[in-house]
């Protein structure tokens, strides 16, 4: 037996959605994990080992319909039409705005060192990488809705900033660069006052 004759483990396969099951995302794992110089009778057979018994994917498989399927294109559309793909809401601009501006940074985090896993770093920071992985994944590659984040940010952190950006990246490499000592400095004065 060659590398390439090899079969990854991959979860066995429900099709009831239950305990987070993306069949989509199972779908993928399940190519993946198959040699490359199989057949298609190959992979269609190893697919129904790949179900867990009793469960509504081999029942499905199992149907006289899908008992039929011998090219593995086939048995990927059946496969489809029974688990399609998961649609992602496309969010008008209003609902955008909204997502991004509930996004509030605390006081309290301004400055505040967090350690996340391994990696540390200040929590204003953080906020500001998962508000643009928030935006990012909405589409917003071209960075217009910055100007919301901008609208919701602490003026203890905004007045260091340059508050013009093009990009998500230059939004949060000037977050970053704000000195730690500065923003402790705004705080103390804003107790102060």
């Not at 099951?21 to 190519?31: C, I, L, V």
């Not at 081999?58 to 319909?65: C, H, R, V």
């Not at 294109?73 to 649609?87: N, Y």
Request: hydrophobic share 40%; charged share 20%.
């Amino acid at each position: 037996m060659t590398m390439s004759d090899t079969v990854k483990a991959i979860p066995l396969f429900y099709g009831d959605y239950g305990e987070n099951e993306n069949p989509s995302a199972w779908f993928a794992q399940f190519k993946l994990s198959l040699p490359i110089n199989w057949t298609d009778i190959q992979r269609v057979q190893h697919f129904g080992m790949q179900l867990m018994p009793g469960e509504a994917a081999e029942e499905w498989y199992q149907s006289p319909t899908s008992r039929q399927l011998s090219f593995f294109t086939d048995l990927k559309v059946a496969f489809f039409k029974c688990w399609p793909h998961p649609k992602c809401p496309k969010l008008t601009r209003a609902q955008q705005k909204e997502c991004i501006m509930v996004q509030v940074l605390k006081e309290e985090e301004v400055g505040e060192w967090t350690q996340v896993g391994w990696i540390g770093n200040y929590a204003h920071v953080i906020w500001a990488i998962n508000i643009s992985k928030l935006a990012l994944g909405m589409g917003d590659v071209n960075g217009t809705l910055i100007e919301y984040t901008l609208e919701g940010i602490l003026n203890i952190l905004k007045d260091h900033l340059e508050c013009a950006y093009t990009t998500w990246e230059e939004f949060i490499e000037d977050i970053q660069r704000v000195p730690n000592v500065k923003l402790k400095h705004s705080i103390e004065d804003l107790e102060k006052n």
